[in-house]
């Protein structure tokens, strides 16, 4: 059996082997940004978020620290903090599980089927469970303002310096700003 260093130096390396891009932080392997993308055919396809990850110490054993950094509007996540509400993360985590569950499974999982009975979004929840319409209205609203992809803005610790920072922007953007102009609601 491997030590947990040597099983988070793998499933990190694993990580960053895949199709995601992932970003150190402070130049150590517990502590990631990795770019997310919203799973085809639901309601947060084209969106591109900015997922934190900490890894504890006693990962695998302990499950990482999962949250948003880009605003999403989602009854499982909060929107303040960008907290993550998965039982599997958080309660069922299991040392079989590896990073790319998380970003393979347990997001994608999380994004295609909210849980409105155990909200950290009341807001969300309740707007869909009252008025769907008006909530997957809000949901693409969110997806168009704060995730696309080359322009991952309103990080919800918004400070100027991750604005400018450049480390998410490749200097493309799918959209161009009339796109975003002539598709925006009246």
């Avoid at 006693?58 to 929107?79: C, L, T, W």
């Avoid at 803005?153 to 975003?180: C, H, I, N, Q």
Wanted: glycine share 6%; hydrophobic share 35%.
């Amino acid at each position: 059996m491997s030590s947990p260093s040597k099983r988070r130096e793998m499933d990190v390396m694993k990580l960053m082997m895949s199709d995601y891009a992932v970003e150190p932080i402070n130049e150590g392997i517990n502590e990631l940004n990795v770019e997310f993308h919203g799973p085809k055919e639901s309601l947060y396809e084209g969106g591109v978020w900015k997922i934190r990850v900490e890894l504890p110490d006693a990962y695998p054993y302990k499950s990482p620290s999962i949250g948003f950094q880009n605003r999403i509007f989602h009854p499982n996540v909060d929107e303040l903090s960008g907290s993550v509400c998965l039982d599997v993360i958080n309660q069922s985590w299991s040392p079989m599980f590896d990073l790319l569950n998380v970003f393979e499974v347990f997001l994608p999982q999380l994004l295609l089927y909210p849980n409105p009975s155990d909200p950290l979004n009341g807001d969300a929840a309740s707007l869909m469970i009252k008025d769907k319409e008006q909530y997957e209205k809000k949901v693409k609203e969110y997806c168009e303002l704060y995730a696309k992809k080359g322009d991952i803005s309103g990080t919800l610790t918004d400070d100027s310096e991750d604005a400018s920072d450049g480390d998410v922007s490749d200097g493309r953007s799918e959209s161009s700003e009339e796109d975003v102009a002539a598709n925006a609601d009246p």
